[in-house]
C-alpha cells in the first residue's frame, strides 16, 4: 500500500522568504506525482504534475522536482507572498490507478 | 466554466438518516471519484469509476454507494448515515487518456476537484 507523507505539517515564515516543502513516498512505481493547493473550506486546485520520466516541473515562482527512486518531491516556493498561505498536498498515482494523498503542510507567510 | 460541481455545500444529518451527494462535471472525463477528507489524514478514496456503467470501491467504501449511469454524474449515497462519516467529501474527475499508450496513457492527466460537501452527523 502506497504511503505518502509530508514533513512538515505546518510551516510560517516571513514574506519574501522561500518555501520548501516535501513529500516522499515508499512505492516508486508511480505514473505521476501532483501538487494541490487547498484553501480554507475550498476544494484543491491542481499546481503542477510531474510525470514519472520528468525530474521537475515550473510554473511562475513554483518549481518541483521528483526524485523516482528515492520516493521523495520538493516544491519550491519562491519569494514567498502572504496570498501563499494555503494548504500544499501531494498525491501520487499508481498502478491502480488511484491517488494516495499525503495529509498536507498548511503554510502561513507573514506579512 | 462549471468544471466538476458538487451539491450541497453543506448538509446536517442525524444518525441513520440517508442521503445523497451529487456531483456532476461537464468536461467529458471518463474517470470520476469521491474522497473524505479528515484532519491529520488527507484524502482517502472512497468509490471510484472509469466510465458510464462501471464502478469499483476505493480505500473505505463501507456505508457509501455509488452508481454511474451517465458520463457526467457520479453520486454518493449514504445509506445509514453514522458520526464516524461526518466529513469532507470531495468529488474528482480527469480527462480521458489517449488511446494506444498503454500504461503511460494516464502519467499526464491532472484531477480536477469539485468544491467539497461539508457533512455533519448527529
Known amino acids: 500500500k502506497q504511503e505518502v507523507t509530508q514533513i512538515p505539517a505546518a510551516l510560517s515564515v516571513p514574506e519574501g522568504e522561500n518555501l520548501v516543502l516535501n513529500c516522499s513516498f515508499t512505492d516508486s512505481a508511480i505514473y505521476n506525482l501532483q501538487w494541490f493547493r487547498q484553501d480554507p473550506g475550498k476544494g484543491l486546485t491542481s499546481l503542477l504534475l510531474i510525470q514519472s520520466s520528468q525530474r521537475e516541473q515550473t510554473s511562475g515562482r513554483l518549481n518541483a522536482s521528483l526524485d523516482k527512486s528515492s520516493g521523495r518531491s520538493t516544491l519550491y516556493i519562491a519569494a514567498s507572498q502572504p496570498g501563499d498561505s494555503a494548504t500544499y498536498l501531494c498525491?501520487?498515482?499508481?498502478?491502480?490507478?488511484?491517488?494516495?494523498f499525503g495529509a498536507g503542510t498548511t503554510v502561513t507567510v507573514r506579512a | 466554466n462549471a468544471g466538476v460541481t458538487q451539491t450541497p455545500k453543506f448538509q446536517v444529518l442525524k444518525t441513520g438518516q440517508s442521503m445523497t451527494l451529487q456531483c456532476a462535471q461537464d468536461m467529458n472525463h471518463e474517470y470520476m471519484s469521491w474522497y473524505r477528507q479528515d484532519p491529520g489524514m488527507g484524502l482517502r478514496l472512497i468509490h471510484y469509476s472509469v466510465g458510464a456503467g462501471i464502478t469499483d470501491q476505493g480505500e473505505v467504501p463501507n456505508g457509501y454507494n455509488v452508481s454511474r449511469s451517465t458520463t457526467e454524474d457520479f453520486p454518493l449515497r449514504l445509506l445509514s448515515a453514522a458520526p464516524s462519516q461526518t466529513s469532507v467529501y470531495f468529488c474528482?474527475?480527469?480527462?480521458?487518456?489517449?488511446?494506444?499508450?498503454?500504461?503511460?496513457?494516464?502519467?499526464?492527466?491532472?484531477?480536477?476537484f469539485g468544491d467539497g460537501t461539508r457533512l455533519s452527523i448527529l
Open positions: 498525491a501520487v498515482l499508481a498502478g491502480d490507478y488511484k491517488l494516495s
Open positions: 474528482a474527475s480527469r480527462k480521458p487518456p489517449p488511446n494506444g499508450q498503454g500504461v503511460r496513457r494516464h502519467s499526464n492527466q491532472p484531477q480536477h
